[in-house]
């Protein structure tokens, strides 16, 4: 089977498999709108964390509260998408432990389809619906000379946010394999990234800025082009066009990942549990 036919067939076992999670999710239909308003609720104090601080401040970095309310949209908007397709890949280390991880690689689908769809949980939409709100708002209230590559860069951004933060779920779901389980690291660098991208990168140190614009290049997913499209000076000298450079960024994310995910099951050895 060629790159395009695995491709096709791991889009269909994943639409399978979360297809039947969304069915057992939506068996109890109060339940399932319970969670994802409890959902909502929980991913918005992060918001509300962020509004108690500009009661006592006017600015945050030199960022007013719509610009970083720009900054928040953007990054829990695109780790929301990135969430409800690929989050579950953080239980594989449970799945290693107990062997039931083996059982998936003599399935007849592709293995990262069946880790990522995994316990596919249609509540995390309430995250998304929650970062689109705020990002809406950020979009209406924030000072912006609008140009069309502007506006275009908004959902160009959102969407290469989506990738990077899956690209990330997969690598660290490859990091699972190697050291049999921590997940935590995982998480260190999905949902700890996304709550760094919340606040400008004005207020961290430049040895931070530069190890996540370099090394591991989350602030492609809102800081650099976010930067552009408010006329904010970024912290660290990089050309302009760096500002239109999140698609490239996420497309090697993506591939580095999966090659990343290729190596670690050929290494895989089965606990024999």
Request: aromatic share 12%; glycine share 12%; proline share 4%.
């Amino acid at each position: 089977m060629g790159e395009r036919g695995a491709l096709v067939e791991g889009l269909r076992a994943y639409r399978l498999i979360a297809g039947m999670w969304v069915r057992s999710s939506m068996t109890y239909r109060t339940s399932f709108v319970v969670t994802v308003f409890g959902n909502l609720t929980v991913t918005g104090l992060d918001f509300v964390g962020i509004l108690l601080m500009f009661s006592q401040v006017d600015s945050l970095g030199g960022w007013s509260l719509p610009e970083v309310a720009f900054l928040y949209g953007l990054s829990v908007t695109a780790f929301g998408i990135a969430d409800l397709l690929l989050g579950s890949m953080d239980v594989l280390g449970g799945r290693m432990r107990d062997g039931s991880f083996d059982m998936l690689l003599v399935r007849p689908a592709p293995v990262l389809a069946q880790v990522g769809a995994d316990h596919f949980a249609l509540r995390r939409l309430g995250r998304i619906l929650q970062g689109g709100v705020v990002l809406g708002w950020a979009l209406a209230s924030v000072d912006v000379d609008w140009t069309a590559a502007k506006v275009l860069l908004v959902p160009v951004m959102v969407v290469s946010g989506a990738m990077i933060f899956s690209a990330a779920f997969v690598a660290g779901a490859t990091f699972q394999i190697f050291a049999q389980d921590a997940a935590e690291v995982q998480n260190a660098f999905t949902y700890g990234g996304t709550t760094l991208l919340q606040y400008p990168p004005t207020v961290f140190g430049k040895d931070l800025v530069r190890g996540v614009t370099f090394m591991v290049p989350l602030a492609f997913v809102n800081w650099v082009p976010a930067a552009y499209v408010l006329g904010r000076p970024y912290p660290i000298g990089l050309p302009h066009w760096a500002a239109f450079a999140s698609p490239l960024v996420a497309a090697v994310c993506c591939v580095l990942a999966g090659l990343a995910w290729r190596t670690g099951l050929r290494s895989y050895r089965s606990t024999g549990s």
